[in-house]
């Protein structure tokens, strides 16, 4: 019968009506956790990867082509915003001319079908709380639907577990704080639960390409289409140079004992190999969460492990609350979607441009990509056109959440095409047409205000 605490915890997932595939899973990797599994990947077990580069990949525009009719996208869209202080869609900001990621993201698949001749069907992977607020935003798309098919699927949810015990948590402050999604690597698992994995094959598409919302620099490009499917490859993932920003995150490595391509994140790093972790010379490669799967090979996997795939366990220890420390300690069960590339043999990775990485966590890249240093074109396409990516921090005791962002660049954001760096410290408000050159750093208070139509000059070259 296993233990009370999974009983429990499957009993709660039942009444709440979640799908008996995502139930199943959520209990192999309960088991994992009673049994000590910490999902670490120590730096003894595992090298540093190379790999090509599109650049230097042939496509003919055929393949392309074919491919590319063939591809259905899938856009991860379940998170809020919660840390820049949002309580609905984080794809409902707005990046610029009154148009939202979600706004952006649509017009590029439109522009790919009209391009390229490609049916091209745009699929969210919403969760509970993205829901609504997506739909309704993109309603005002009446050709964005493909007949057979939805705009729409659901993730999964799950109990958090105390840690002292791995009973689930009850919180009856706010129920909805008792729950949390599985962490993106559900996308399988909710593929197939809600039937969508079958009737994309049943429709004749043979490869999805998944990435974030937050990313509007995750095109379906037709060249990367035809590239995957012209390596026979299972699975895929685009992966850029990792840079200084990038020491903390995860990277590329391959497994010792079976030459299997992993994926680590910071939370399976042991304390020890963190500065290996660090070493950009090491490991020199991070994802970009943009994945190209096999439909057919993600099918038979998914047949012949009985829906579990397996992904490595991600054991994230949080507190019930996030906003109260002192709420009781939480066990989140997570797994990273990337992490797929362990299980598939032959999966591959291509090393792309930082045009096709651009995601947006913080006000930091919110200002970057809402200035000058992207244009978007009648493809919708964001065109670096700065010679650089500026350094921006911005004061996090005044910037961080979106509300107090905005009230500071109420007539929008500074020119940074020229700059290199941009530090705030304080709070400062900024006027219309500011330009900032070089390595500039403002410090202010309450009532500092940038004059419209500053120009603000520091050091060349990086900060």
């Known amino acids: 019968m296993g233990s009370p605490g999974l009983k429990a915890a499957r009993d709660k997932m039942v009444a709440e009506g979640v799908d008996e595939v995502a139930i199943e899973t959520f209990a192999h990797y309960y088991r994992l956790l009673e049994h000590g599994e910490t999902g670490m990947i120590p730096e003894s077990t595992i090298d540093p990867v190379d790999m090509d580069s599109l650049d230097d990949v042939s496509v003919d525009d055929e393949t392309a082509q074919a491919a590319i009719r063939t591809t259905a996208v899938i856009k991860l869209n379940g998170g809020l915003g919660t840390s820049m202080g949002m309580d609905r869609a984080k794809s409902l900001l707005c990046v610029r001319k009154g148009m939202s990621f979600l706004d952006i993201i649509c017009r590029q698949v439109l522009h790919l079908r009209q391009s390229h001749g490609a049916p091209l069907p745009l699929i969210f992977m919403n969760s509970f709380r993205t829901s609504e607020d997506t739909m309704a935003a993109v309603a005002r798309y009446d050709d964005l639907p493909v007949a057979g098919l939805p705009l729409e699927f659901l993730q999964n949810k799950e109990p958090k577990l105390l840690a002292k015990d791995l009973s689930p948590v009850s919180w009856p402050k706010d129920p909805d704080l008792e729950w949390c999604p599985p962490g993106h690597g559900d996308i399988y698992t909710a593929l197939v639960g809600t039937g969508l994995l079958d009737d994309l094959l049943a429709a004749g598409y043979e490869r999805v390409f998944v990435s974030n919302s937050d990313n509007l620099g995750a095109v379906p490009d037709p060249r990367l289409a035809g590239w995957f499917a012209q ?20 990277h590329f490595a391959r497994r010792k ?26 490991h020199r490669y991070c994802s970009t969460n943009n994945l190209w799967v096999d439909l057919r090979a993600l099918k038979d ?94 004061d996090s005791t005044v910037f961080k959440l979106v509300g107090e962002f905005d009230k500071r660049f109420p007539e929008g954001a500074p020119s940074l095409r020229k700059a290199s760096a941009l530090r705030v410290e304080g709070d400062v408000t900024f006027g219309h047409g500011v330009q900032v ?19 603000l000059t520091g050091a060349a070259g990086d900060a």
């Open 257 to 282: 004992n079976d030459g299997r391509l992993v994926l680590r994140e910071t939370a399976q790093t042991l304390d020890e190999d963190k500065s290996a972790l660090a070493d950009l010379d090491r």
């Open 231 to 250: 390596t026979g490859a299972p699975f895929a993932i685009e992966a850029v140079r990792r840079t200084p920003s990038d020491r903390k995150g995860g």
């Open 301 to 394: 996997v998914m047949d012949q492990r009985d829906n579990i795939l397996g992904l490595p366990l991600i054991r994230n220890v949080k507190t019930v609350d996030p906003g109260d420390p002192s709420s009781p300690e939480v066990v989140q069960v997570e797994t990273a979607m990337g992490a797929a590339i362990e299980v598939f043999e032959g999966a591959t990775l291509i090393e792309v441009g930082r045009d096709r990485f651009v995601p947006v966590k913080t006000t930091n890249d919110l200002l970057v990509l809402r200035s000058d240093v992207y244009d978007i074109g009648g493809d919708f396409v964001l065109d670096q056109v700065a010679g650089e990516l500026p350094f921006v921090d911005l």
């Open 437 to 455: 050159v070089g390595a500039v750093t403002v410090e202010g208070g309450a009532g500092t205000r940038i004059d419209a139509g500053a120009v």
